[in-house]
């Protein structure tokens, strides 16, 4: 197997997942897809993060990046999720959504303290030591909008809400992205 060329930041790459609560479909519409693209342009352009590869589907959002030291997973999607749910909630207020409104509600009903809830509890982060699992977690998140149970488009690039179309067609994606084949060995 192949390991991520040495002449690169030695920081470890992550491949992070973070999921809608009770994977509900809270994430479909546009405005709210921007709320969380915005998010991730937020914490590139503080430095917090170097994004490489991402998708934001439905109910979930995959992607790949590099943490800053003093900015490690655990404290940026905390703060993603913590910035992102206000503003949905806020979004979903202005727009007088109730019916949204009252699922996050209902979603909120076991958390003490909580009115709302958007997020499911934690995220998934797998480090990234070789290239070869790179590629993988790539490609898969640039196929995740094709598969059966989502069918969002017939290709890759046809998906707005990821970093596909760069990749595979040299497009500027909806967040600016470092390209991942550059540690490539």
Not at 40 to 45: D, F, R
Not at 63 to 76: C, E, G, K, L, Q
Not at 101 to 130: C, N
Request: proline share 6%; aromatic share 12%.
């Amino acid at each position: 197997m192949s390991g991520i060329r040495s002449d690169f930041d030695s920081s470890p790459l992550f491949f992070l997942t973070t999921t809608a609560a009770q994977r509900k479909h809270l994430f479909r519409r546009d405005i709210i897809k921007n709320i969380l693209t915005e998010s991730l342009c937020y914490m590139q352009t503080q430095k917090w993060i170097r994004l490489y590869v991402f998708v934001i589907m439905p109910n979930h959002i995959h992607f790949i990046a590099r943490f800053d030291v003093d900015h490690p997973p655990s404290s940026v999607i905390r703060e993603f999720k913590k910035h992102t749910a206000k503003q949905i909630i806020r979004q979903f207020q202005a727009e007088r959504n109730k019916q949204s409104l009252l699922l996050l509600r209902l979603l909120a009903r076991d958390v003490p303290g909580q009115l709302h809830k958007v997020w499911q509890q934690g995220y998934d982060s797998r480090m990234i030591y070789l290239s070869d699992f790179l590629r993988q977690k790539a490609t898969y998140i640039h196929n995740n909008p094709c598969q059966p149970q989502w069918l969002l488009v017939q290709r890759p690039e046809e998906y707005t809400w990821s970093s596909a179309r760069y990749y595979l067609l040299g497009i500027p994606p909806i967040i600016p992205v470092y390209d991942v084949r550059e540690l490539w060995v």
